[in-house]
């Protein structure tokens, strides 16, 4: 057999790392969101972000980089992670989330410091200058006041600063990344309290019921216009939408497990895989069973059943197909008994 070894290398190393800032969009929300999903990973309970003239400093209370200079040597390394944290197999993090501040056009230079030590990394050099990326543990520096948690100090233009600011705030900005770490993080920018409840869209229109899903807490909602109709997981703290039509939305509250697979590297969306596949058909399970239990009659209305039994719903999605017991024939007589009237028992559509 061939000896050669760089036969077995089927990565160029130097290739990759020149092409990791494309994986990014360049959006300081993906900045603050990969930073907020390392404090929670390393069980953070407080953030603490300041802004000044130079850029903003981001401060978590943490366990820190482990390790002395392995963990700044794991922080920096792409794909790999450490957490001390008993979800972290669940999370399963790309290794890839720090990378997204350093990647960024309007960053110059930013600074990391754990325990007694701490390291500056010029952003211009570090993608493209391999003597200067390569030798990175030879600028670490040690400093007289340890720090507890992790604390990165971010150099950049005045206005990503001011960005920062109205994201965090809520000043007119979209997308501001807080929301949904309620339960995990206290955050603060410049002594503000930063909002983590739920957004608003998320809990909009009528609860039709509350169950678990692979120990998740899940909630169905129905939407009177289903372009309003919106999902979300909350993947320990971070909100990942997923598009879906009709009228009937979901609420997925992640805090163990692994239920779904989100995009790498920052979460963007929903894998649509067989994972998603098994909870849209547990969905549609839960849902049918609810609108057709005889207990649930005097709660459900007319109009759920209707958007439920839409064509759209029949023949592109099979909910009557996932439930042998029903067909339309019993749906009808089911309506009917509820007294809905002749106009919903008419809308029923004829499906084979």
């Given at each position: ?70 963990g700044f040597h794991t922080l920096l390394k792409i794909a790999e992670s450490e957490f001390d944290n008993p979800t972290i197999d669940d999370q399963d993090p790309m290794g890839l989330g720090i990378h997204a501040l350093l990647a960024h056009e309007h960053v110059s230079a930013v600074r990391f410091e754990s325990g007694a ?66 339960d995990l993080l206290r955050i603060t920018l410049d002594g503000v309290a930063v909002n983590t409840s739920l957004p608003g869209w998320v809990s909009a229109g009528e609860q039709l019921f509350e169950t678990i899903y692979q120990g998740c807490s899940l909630t169905v909602r129905y939407q009177c216009e289903p372009y309003h ?124």
């Amino acid at each position: 057999m061939h000896a050669d070894t760089t036969l077995s290398t089927l990565v160029n190393a130097d290739r990759v790392r020149s092409s990791i800032r494309r994986l990014f969009t360049g959006e300081i929300i993906e900045v603050l969101g990969e930073l907020l999903q390392n404090s929670q990973r390393a069980r953070s309970s407080d953030v603490i972000i300041t802004t000044d003239e130079a850029g903003f400093t981001y401060t978590d209370n943490g366990h820190g980089l482990l390790g002395g200079p392995a963990g700044f040597h794991t922080l920096l390394k792409i794909a790999e992670s450490e957490f001390d944290n008993p979800t972290i197999d669940d999370q399963d993090p790309m290794g890839l989330g720090i990378h997204a501040l350093l990647a960024h056009e309007h960053v110059s230079a930013v600074r990391f410091e754990s325990g007694a030590q701490a390291l500056t990394i010029d952003t211009a050099r570090w993608w493209a200058d391999q003597a200067y990326y390569s030798t990175w543990f030879e600028r670490l520096e040690t400093i007289e006041t340890p720090v507890g948690g992790l604390r990165v100090v971010v150099q950049c233009a005045p206005k990503l600063r001011e960005i920062v600011q109205n994201i965090l705030l809520d000043r007119g900005a979209n997308g501001n990344p807080a929301p949904g770490y309620a339960d995990l993080l206290r955050i603060t920018l410049d002594g503000v309290a930063v909002n983590t409840s739920l957004p608003g869209w998320v809990s909009a229109g009528e609860q039709l019921f509350e169950t678990i899903y692979q120990g998740c807490s899940l909630t169905v909602r129905y939407q009177c216009e289903p372009y309003h109709a919106r999902a979300a997981v909350n993947w320990y703290g971070q909100i990942i939408r997923d598009e879906i039509d009709g009228h009937f939305s979901y609420y997925l509250h992640v805090r163990n497990g692994r239920p779904l697979n989100p995009l790498s590297p920052s979460r963007r969306g929903l894998i649509d895989d067989a994972a998603r596949g098994a909870l849209i058909t547990f969905i549609k399970d839960q849902l049918f069973s609810f609108l057709f239990d005889p207990a649930n009659r005097d709660r459900v209305k007319p109009e759920w059943v209707t958007a439920a039994m839409s064509r759209h719903a029949c023949l592109q999605q099979g909910w009557w197909r996932l439930c042998p017991m029903w067909n339309i024939g019993t749906a009808r007589s089911y309506m009917a008994s509820r007294r809905f009237g002749r106009t919903i028992t008419a809308a029923m559509p004829s499906c084979p």
